[in-house]
């Protein structure tokens, strides 16, 4: 379990990140530029749509982190939509998909330094691991 101000930094570091429009958008451009693997899991995806799956997404795992049961329940759709009988998430991507996040944090976050980059890393790993399990 992550400590209350670790998941505090995390949640003013996603606040400011959503208020640049372009956020989730850098996030995505730096994604499928980070593996060939990569966008041919997108290719019929709903850009439109996916921005939004993928900020209330970027929620619940913040939320799963600081134990809450609801998030908790998102995570695990999460976990059986991504599995290898759903949208067939290999665990290998999941580290390209942690480093994009990271790197469009720091793009879009003018406080970003050392301790939002841990936080973040320590919040999405929760999640991750229990996506990399249900695979």
């Not at 499928?32 to 749509?49: G, L």
């Not at 799963?64 to 998102?74: H, I, P």
Request: proline share 4%.
């Amino acid at each position: 379990m992550l400590t209350q101000d670790e998941v505090k930094i995390v949640q003013e570091s996603y606040g400011r990140c959503l208020q640049d429009k372009g956020w989730i958008k850098n996030f995505y451009d730096i994604l499928m530029k980070s593996s060939p693997e990569i966008p041919p899991h997108f290719n019929n995806t709903d850009f439109d749509k996916q921005i939004s799956l993928l900020s209330n997404g970027i929620s619940y795992l913040i939320m799963y982190a600081n134990g809450d049961s609801f998030a908790e329940a998102m995570v695990g759709n999460q976990v059986s939509s991504h599995d290898r009988y759903n949208l067939n998430i290999p665990p290998n991507l999941y580290v390209f998909w942690i480093e994009s996040l990271i790197k469009s944090v720091k793009n879009c976050d003018p406080n970003f330094d050392l301790s939002i980059e841990q936080g973040w890393r320590k919040v999405v790993q929760k999640g991750i691991d229990d996506l990399i399990k249900g695979y």
